[in-house]
């Protein structure tokens, strides 16, 4: 009862959550990050489309809260495209970006990676991210296959590029002691991606 009195009003298509503030804009994105929206069975899911069209519709059943309606709409959203109306595929959600990104995360750290591991974990971790992107693109104004082709060919390319590159340069700096050398090694992936995210922004 309290939560339903702290709740604001509920707003269709609207943040449930202060954007004007930090801590509006943190629980916001706690919200479309939450991985327990995956786990969100069809039928729930129609439940809360329906709720929500009832809503639209001035049709809402008696007793329903803004508290449901909020949560229906968070359900909503982190599941189904809202320009294409279909369902997001599981691994590429926002919800997911967390549980299925940490293992490729964890592969990219891995100490005593050889050539091949290199290039496979650095190519998987541009392929997720490039499938997360199309995934939740804005689909309103179509856009050219060969645009995202193009991006995504030039992401894995300069992230192996940097990759293979530093690796290489490491290997072969003869004044760094093994130790030095294996400390320097995992923090390669990270200028990698990071070359890679500003690219793209």
């Not at 949560?71 to 549980?99: C, L, N, W």
Request: aromatic residues 10%; contains cysteine.
């Amino acid at each position: 009862m309290a939560e339903s009195t702290a709740c604001p009003a509920f707003q269709l298509g609207r943040p449930r959550y202060d954007q004007s503030c930090f801590y509006g804009r943190l629980r916001h994105f706690l919200d479309v990050i939450d991985p327990r929206t995956l786990f969100v069975s069809e039928s729930r899911l129609n439940e809360c489309m329906e709720l929500l069209d009832d809503f639209k519709h001035g049709t809402l059943p008696p007793g329903v809260t803004d508290v449901q309606l909020w949560e229906a709409q968070k359900i909503k959203q982190a599941i189904i495209h809202p320009d294409t109306g279909e369902k997001i595929f599981m691994p590429f959600r926002m919800s997911g970006y967390v549980p299925f990104g940490t293992p490729i995360v964890v592969g990219l750290l891995l100490p005593n990676q050889t050539l091949g591991s290199t290039v496979f974990w650095q190519w998987l971790n541009q392929s997720h991210n490039a499938c997360i992107n199309f995934s939740n693109r804005n689909a309103t104004k179509p856009t050219p296959a060969s645009r995202f082709i193009q991006g995504y060919v030039g992401a894995v390319t300069s992230a192996v590029s940097i990759a293979v590159g530093l690796n290489v340069m490491i290997q072969k700096a003869q004044r760094f002691s093994p130790a030095t050398r294996l400390m320097v090694q995992r923090f390669i992936p990270f200028p990698a991606v990071d070359y890679v995210i500003v690219m793209s922004t």
